[in-house]
């Protein structure tokens, strides 16, 4: 398996619909390891420091399947983390499963 990122995003945790935690694996390339819950300024801090990120759901076979890159997007001057560029004040990592 190809590396996809420095870190895989599996999980994220909303406070009152807002992105405030998510867990993320370390890429390793060959494996996904030594999962970690991240704070979404945790986050944003790594993007901006260099770090990439994706997110990745379970297919029907239990696997990972990579999902999105992730990125910061400022809106009136809030960061938010998101799959895609738009500039809607919310954060979107797409359909992962809740914690």
């Known amino acids: 398996m ?3 990122a420095d870190y895989v995003i599996v999980e994220v945790r909303k406070d009152e619909g807002i992105i405030d935690k998510v867990k993320a694996f370390r890429d390793f390339g060959n494996e996904l390891k030594d999962k970690k819950i991240f704070s979404k300024e945790q986050i944003i801090k790594k993007i901006e420091g260099g770090y990439s990120f994706c997110t990745a759901t379970k297919n029907q076979n239990g696997k990972y399947q990579r999902g999105e890159d992730v990125h910061v997007v400022e809106v009136d001057g809030e960061k938010y983390i998101r799959t895609d560029r738009n500039d ?4 979107n990592l797409g359909n992962l499963p809740e914690f």
Not at 88 to 91: E, G, H, I, R, S
């Open 2 to 4: 190809a590396k996809w």
């Open 88 to 91: 809607k004040p919310a954060d």
